[in-house]
């Protein structure tokens, strides 16, 4: 596979570089591996903090910025951030408030910011976490125990983020994020595999004509493969799974996400499937957003979030925010 990369070795550091180039409104270290606010500490505000394994951009550190992240610890590809990373994370936007540790359920991750955490109080930092597990395709795979960590994490850190972008207490600020996942739920499907620099050539086989439904975003097997589907029957395979194990009240968030290799012109398409679905099932929708958010390297496919909310969570969602890879209001 071509790439646009120097050498595999080199690819988080120079993508940070680059990225320090283009947002001078962060602080990005790029030896020790962490992307902060440049304002942090923030006076009377809990600061927020996430990351794993790079490849999966703008997820997180696309997320760094006023009203969402205070900081992201980007690991190497496909592999979780080590603790001195998200200590050094901690204490570069700990106002005194606290901070709160959000984490995608894979077991290097889990384990890390367990451990980070625990390293962070003994220096005097409040942590609350926070662990994200939305996906409803598999309950174990290769990389977890339970429910894997996927687009719902976009919306914990955005809502999450406006909350303490507000001024509430870290207690809150958990509370929310702790609700947003546990009314959100994803599914994802794959049209073609993944390639990570160090391979350099796809991390698995998925013949020509089939597609993997209930797919994560580190290439892990999902439910089963099928010779391809169109949009539509995409759109209803995947929307139904998230119903059989949640089924809306109130009206929902919609991320229409794409794996990184997946055009816009097919997302939108894509989209006008879900909503149609989405309608026939009676889910009101109350916002969307399509694009590329949580990605995995040169995937093709996609992924279906939902996320039931409430007047306050919409309020939230809509407070301004700022990011490289999520903006409005400002």
């Not at 983020?161 to 996942?181: D, K, S, W």
């Not at 799974?241 to 968030?253: C, F, G």
Request: hydrophobic share 45%.
């Amino acid at each position: 596979m071509k790439m646009l990369i120097n050498v595999a070795e080199t690819v988080v550091a120079d993508a940070l570089r680059g990225m320090a180039a283009a947002h001078p409104e962060l602080t990005v270290d790029v030896e020790n591996r962490v992307i902060v606010r440049r304002d942090a500490p923030v006076a009377d505000k809990v600061g927020l903090v996430s990351g794993g394994g790079s490849g999966h951009e703008p997820l997180h550190g696309g997320f760094v910025g006023r009203g969402m992240l205070s900081a992201a610890c980007p690991g190497e590809v496909f592999t979780s951030p080590v603790p001195d990373q998200m200590v050094r994370a901690a204490a570069a936007v700990d106002s005194g408030k606290g901070v709160l540790f959000i984490v995608k359920n894979y077991t290097g991750d889990v384990m890390n910011f367990d451990m980070a955490a625990e390293l962070a109080e003994d220096e005097g930092i409040q942590v609350a976490k926070v662990l994200v597990n939305d996906d409803v395709a598999v309950t174990d795979s290769l990389y977890t125990a339970g429910r894997r960590g996927t687009g719902a994490t976009l919306f914990v850190e955005k809502l999450a983020g406006a909350a303490a972008e507000e001024g509430m207490p870290l207690e809150r600020v958990e509370a929310i994020a702790r609700q947003v996942n546990e009314n959100s739920r994803s599914f994802g499907v794959a049209l073609s595999a993944c390639s990570t620099p160090a391979k350099g050539s796809p991390t698995f086989d998925l013949p020509a004509g089939q597609l993997e439904l209930g797919i994560g975003i580190h290439g892990e097997p999902g439910r089963e493969r099928r010779p391809m589907m169109t949009s539509g029957e995409i759109a209803e395979f995947a929307v139904d799974a998230i119903l059989d194990d949640m089924r809306p009240t109130n009206p929902v968030l919609l991320l229409v996400n794409g794996m990184g290799a997946t055009p816009l012109l097919e997302l939108y398409g894509f989209h006008a499937e879900v909503t149609r679905v989405l309608a026939a099932r009676d889910i009101a929708v109350a916002r969307v957003l399509v694009g590329n958010y949580v990605t995995s390297l040169d995937m093709a496919g996609a992924s279906v979030t939902l996320c039931q909310i409430d007047e306050e969570l919409l309020r939230l969602w809509d407070a301004p925010v700022r990011t490289p890879a999520l903006r409005w209001g400002i």
